[in-house]
Nanobody, 119 residues
Framework: VQLQASGGGLVQTGGSLTLSCASS????????VGWYRQKAGKERELVAE???????NYADFVEGRFTISRDDAKNTLQLQMSDVQPADTAVYYC??????????????WGQGTQVTVSS
């Protein structure tokens, strides 16, 4: 699976940004699709995900500011970010999970897109 994330950039505190991810395969076929982020010197963390049945999960730090959506007609995965804060500065990655084994997830990652929030 090849994933291509886009939409990152520099945004002011309180502003909005929409990230988009394209996939070589249909997002609707994956078990879970989502967005993660990695801050400098930190581990990668989940931001939001959509389960195959349509259910969504958000990290606590999102606090209602971000919305994840999947457009099956365009085969894109989006993350709409609003009221961004400097703490949201990170590289954002789209992710798909297509299976699980007894040793972990089978998944693919996009190349990441940088989001920088200026104070």
């Amino acid at each position: 699976v090849q994933l291509q994330a886009s939409g990152g950039g520099l945004v002011q505190t309180g502003g909005s940004l929409t990230l988009s991810c394209a996939s070589s395969d249909m997002f609707s076929t994956f078990r879970v699709v989502g967005w993660y982020r990695q801050k400098a010197g930190k581990e990668r963390e989940l931001v939001a995900e959509i389960i195959r049945n349509g259910g969504t999960n958000y990290a606590d730090f999102v606090e209602g500011r971000f919305t994840i959506s999947r457009d099956d007609a365009k085969n894109t995965l989006q993350l709409q970010m609003s009221d961004v804060q400097p703490a949201d500065t990170a590289v954002y990655y789209c992710n798909v999970e297509y299976g699980r084994t007894n040793v972990g997830k089978l998944q693919s990652w996009g190349q990441g897109t940088q989001v920088t929030v200026s104070s």
